[in-house]
């Protein structure tokens, strides 16, 4: 490298830290589990500059509203704990903007799935009194309101979940589809009066994956002026690379694709990452029983010579994300935008703000 790209390298990354500090960086979907949200994340998450992160209970299709609630009662234990270090439940747009003029870091709360709610949609309003801001209507399954991306068929929203849209719509909770099936989610956007959001999903024109969304369901995002958040899993950005092949590069042409698609207005960050996070040899093979169809070939070899080895754990990023071990490096996505010439109008947009346009639009703040 000549001294010429060095001080240019250097000059792209002090100028990615400096948006960072200045403009709110959102990530539509932290997979951080409690016991992970600790002190050490919280100072990566401020070396990374970012200021937001929506975090999802439960994470996956669950129907036990007392599980969901006991989840619930965890996460406000651990955000009590630490509001010292600066943390901060949000359910306004104001305060997401506030607690970053403060130098805090704000979370958001939601939920993955609606499975839980049974078939009395009164519950939806106790779990917005609490604090929920954004929920999807199916994980990956199919459930009383619609089906998920995994089922074999897809008959869209039930009656039942074109209510349940209609009351999201009423309360002001930002409906999310990643994980729903293809019908599902255009029955969804078609249906609500508000933008909706693919919190953390990528172009499947990229990345065969049926976790992954069409090109048309983009563009309907967008018609409906809502949001994707692309996310940095290995699974869902390159079918054809080796998991330790990939690079921030790769994440990065998610982007441009959509952006290209659709336009800078309607993309965002949804990394769907864990810092500290790891797997077992257990935790591996009851996933490969229960998400059927979720991970991908090159992920699968990376955990069979893992299962060979002889290790008791396997970090999270190893398998999904080798590029970005934690948060404290999410900075290197907005200098690889600052490569391919984003103006900091554009990286404004992405980083934060067409999230918060939507937010603030179906929040009503």
């Known amino acids: 490298m000549t001294e010429r790209?060095?001080?240019?390298?250097?000059?792209?990354?002090?100028?990615?830290?400096?948006f960072h500090k200045k403009y709110i960086v959102l990530d539509s979907l932290n997979a951080v589990y409690p016991k992970d949200f600790n002190e050490q994340f919280v100072t990566n998450l401020r070396a990374g500059g970012t200021s937001c992160i929506h975090v999802t209970i439960p994470d996956v299709e669950c129907f036990s509203i007392t599980r969901v609630v006991h989840e619930l009662a965890g996460w406000f234990s651990r955000l009590r704990q630490?509001?010292?270090?600066?943390?901060?439940?949000?359910?306004?747009?104001k305060e997401i903007r506030k607690v970053k003029d403060e130098g805090a870091i704000t979370v958001?709360?939601?939920?993955?799935?609606?499975?839980?709610?049974?078939?009395?949609?009164?519950?939806?309003?106790?779990?917005?009194?609490?604090?929920?801001?954004?929920?999807?209507?199916?994980y990956q399954q199919r459930n009383q309101f619609g089906s998920g991306c995994s089922e074999r068929t897809d008959d869209g929203l039930?009656?039942?979940?074109?209510?349940?849209?209609?009351?999201?719509?009423?309360?002001?909770?930002?409906?999310?589809?990643?994980?729903?099936?293809?019908?599902?989610?255009?029955?969804?956007?078609?249906?609500?009066?508000?933008?909706?959001?693919?919190?953390?999903?990528?172009?499947r024109s990229l990345c065969e994956h049926p976790r992954n969304i069409t090109d048309d369901q983009i563009k309907a995002c967008a018609e409906k002026d809502g949001v994707v958040g692309l996310s940095a899993l290995t699974m869902f950005v390159s079918a054809g690379k080796k998991v330790a092949e990939q690079t921030v590069e790769d994440y990065v042409n998610h982007i441009d694709y959509v952006v290209q698609l659709v336009g800078?207005?309607?993309v965002g960050i949804g990394l769907d990452c864990s810092d500290g996070d790891y797997y077992t040899p257990e935790r591996i093979m009851e996933e490969r029983r229960l998400l059927t169809g979720l991970t991908s070939k090159h992920v699968r070899e990376v955990e069979d010579i893992f299962l060979r080895s002889g290790r008791d754990r396997i970090d999270s990023y190893e398998l999904h994300?080798?590029?970005?071990?934690?948060?404290?490096?999410?900075?290197?996505?907005?200098?690889a935008l600052l490569r391919r010439g984003y103006s900091e109008q554009e990286l404004k947009k992405i980083l934060g703000e067409n999230f918060l346009r939507v937010f603030e639009r179906v929040w009503g703040n």
């Open 321 to 335: 994300t080798p590029w970005l071990k934690d948060a404290s490096q999410v900075p290197i996505i907005t200098e």
């Open 5 to 18: 790209c060095r001080t240019i390298k250097t000059q792209m990354k002090d100028q990615a830290t400096e």
């Open 82 to 93: 630490l509001e010292a270090s600066g943390i901060r439940l949000a359910t306004t747009v």
């Open 108 to 138: 958001i709360l939601g939920s993955q799935g609606a499975g839980f709610l049974g078939l009395d949609l009164s519950t939806l309003d106790f779990f917005f009194r609490l604090g929920m801001r954004t929920m999807q209507p199916t």
């Open 264 to 266: 800078a207005d309607h």
């Open 158 to 203: 039930s009656n039942l979940g074109i209510d349940w849209v209609g009351e999201m719509n009423r309360l002001g909770m930002v409906i999310s589809i990643s994980h729903a099936g293809y019908r599902t989610s255009l029955d969804v956007i078609q249906t609500s009066k508000n933008p909706v959001i693919f919190s953390h999903s990528n172009p």
